[in-house]
């Protein structure tokens, strides 16, 4: 009788637990400066979060050590949901390798909660490039090889491990060409320095429109509903998929009546068109309906990541 009756009792307290989180503000932490890409999403669903849950959220960078000094808050904290982390899937998956003794395993020591959506990544050509399209490139390439180079943001970005896995899967021989961030890759690309580069929507629109720059292909598995006239590079190179995730994970250990309470936040969230439009002009496809289940994704994002920093021998 005693034990049916704590049973009864536990079954009771799960909805007051679920309806008790949040009861004082959350942390969303970002492992980057103000301004990139995990913070605008986190600043855009915060947002939408405490209008919703009736608390506080409140943002906190804090960059460094590939996501270390970020995860390092969470792990020291409670794993009780009110220290959460929102990143992009490759800054997990690239750590481990190009940092010796890093602090935190990205698996072990979090789990995701909500995906918020796939950031995708446009394959663009210079002005001057004797090329206009997909294909057109493809074709250069093969005729030209080592002739062709490409810019990124840097030795371990998204953009490079982009542009090397897109070699590999089509055999192509493209030269590199790193930048110290897109602020300097873009330029590069537009003054004709670089032939072909991979970029973030919002970087690279304005100048296509302008005509300084042809857009070739998006990185994601499938066409962006946002830009449909544009193939994407797996219609060449078969089950190519390399945009990335933006997720909301905790420490190993939170509840399931916690995670439900973000995960249905988020949801409700990226049902509110006002919401879908800021992402989508941050360069970030939402994850409505659930699209995308976040661990699954994460998983996958994790393996092709690390496959392609491989190719790129990064060390």
Do not use: W
């Amino acid at each position: 009788m005693k034990y049916f009756l704590a049973l009864l009792c536990a079954v009771l307290m799960a909805p007051a637990i679920a309806q008790s989180y949040p009861n004082r503000p959350v942390k969303l932490i970002v492992p980057y400066a103000p301004g990139g890409l995990p913070d605008t999403v986190a600043r855009i669903i915060a947002e939408h979060l405490q209008n919703d849950l009736k608390q506080p959220f409140v943002i906190e960078n804090k960059p460094g050590g590939g996501g270390a000094t970020a995860v390092g808050t969470i792990k020291q904290s409670p794993a009780d949901g009110y220290n959460l982390i929102v990143t992009d899937g490759p800054l997990l998956a690239v750590s481990p390798i190009i940092i010796p003794n890093l602090t935190y395993d990205a698996q072990r020591d979090l789990e995701a909660m909500a995906m918020v959506g796939i950031a995708p990544l446009y394959l663009a050509a210079s002005a001057n490039a004797p090329f206009s399209d997909m294909q057109g490139m493809i074709d250069y390439a093969k005729k030209h090889p080592g002739k062709l180079n490409y810019g990124s943001s840097g030795i371990g970005s998204i953009h490079h491990l982009t542009a090397e896995a897109m070699k590999y899967a089509l055999g192509l021989d493209i030269g590199h060409v790193p930048y110290k961030g897109s602020s300097a890759s873009i330029p590069a690309l537009i003054g004709n320095q670089v032939d072909i580069s991979f970029a973030s929507p919002p970087s690279l629109m304005g100048f296509a429109r302008a005509g300084k720059a042809k857009i070739l292909a998006t990185n994601t598995l499938k066409r962006s509903e946002q830009e449909p006239e544009v193939p994407a590079i797996s219609e060449y190179a078969k089950d190519f998929d390399f945009g990335f995730s933006v997720v909301i994970m905790g420490k190993t250990g939170i509840s399931d009546d916690v995670k439900k309470v973000i995960s249905e936040g988020v949801k409700n969230a990226l049902n509110n068109p006002e919401v879908r439009q800021k992402l989508m002009i941050a360069g970030v496809e939402p994850n409505i309906n659930n699209k995308y289940d976040a661990s699954n994704y994460l998983s996958q994002e994790m393996k092709r990541v690390s496959e392609a920093a491989k190719l790129a021998k990064l060390q």
